[in-house]
């Protein structure tokens, strides 16, 4: 059931953020020419497919972190504190191993 929740939050993340990365390779490149792109004041010598990939990547790589955020901080205080083993289990000195809390 763990492997469920943690695949429902991947895709809580993932799912979002690839869809504002298509969106924002959108805006972006309605006004950006990727042939006329500078580094460093140096041209790319990249083709304009290869800028156009690069870009979403890096879009979907923002906007997956700002989901990841909001899903940690969505998270209540027993989730993120909670031992995934079972008491008898936990190792010695966990304050968390006579059940306690």
């Not at 895709?11 to 990727?34: I, T």
């Not at 979907?60 to 989730?79: C, G, N």
């Amino acid at each position: 059931m763990e492997e469920n929740s943690l695949a429902k939050r991947l895709m809580w993340v993932a799912w979002p953020s690839f869809l504002m990365a298509g969106v924002l390779e959108m805006l972006v490149f309605a006004v950006v020419d990727p042939a006329e792109m500078h580094w460093f004041g140096q041209r790319l010598d990249l083709s304009r497919q290869a800028v156009y990939t690069l870009a979403f990547f890096v879009f979907w790589a923002v906007a997956f972190a700002s989901s990841a955020l909001t899903a940690l901080l969505s998270m209540s205080p027993f989730e993120v504190n909670r031992c995934p083993l079972p008491a008898p289990e936990r190792p010695e000195g966990c304050p968390k191993r006579d059940g306690c809390c």
